[in-house]
């Protein structure tokens, strides 16, 4: 019954996020308000990170350095990836503010794949201390 609430967790993060992007194409919120693609890079990080420690823990025991990569690191991996198509593809124009925004939006998605990692971290069972230090 937990993994169902986790996963229903996960379902309707994914939601409001999905939700939340529908209403800011629909009236122009990412161009009125500029936090709000930093709203939705955090959401976005905080999302990946907890559905890849969901997949990385069906399959691999999950110990503190494995929490790490499968929270924080996918969360970076998948934001730069996304903003590496944005700039192939040509989605978001190269203006002086190109660096700075995609910057920022890197670091949104790794500060919710921080907040992810510290959740997970506080409600598994995952132990912080080595097990060859003991």
Do not use: C
């Not at 993060?13 to 161009?31: D, K, P």
């Not at 420690?53 to 503190?64: G, P, S, T, V």
């Not at 350095?65 to 996304?82: E, Q």
């Amino acid at each position: 019954m937990k993994n169902h609430k986790y996963l229903f967790g996960l379902l309707i993060l994914i939601l409001i996020i999905y939700v939340l992007h529908i209403i800011s194409l629909e009236y122009f919120l990412y161009w009125r308000f500029l936090w709000t693609d930093i709203l939705m890079h955090f959401l976005g990080g905080l999302w990946i990170s907890l559905a890849s420690y969901h997949f990385a823990a069906k399959f691999y025991d999950i110990n503190f350095f494995a929490l790490v990569v499968s929270t924080i690191g996918t969360a970076v991996l998948i934001g730069v990836g996304w903003e590496l198509f944005e700039y192939v593809f040509g989605i978001v124009p190269y203006t002086k503010w190109y660096v700075p925004d995609t910057v920022s939006d890197i670091l949104m998605d790794m500060i919710g794949g921080i907040v992810g990692f510290f959740f997970i971290l506080l409600f598994s069972n995952i132990k912080i201390q080595n097990e060859k230090y003991k």
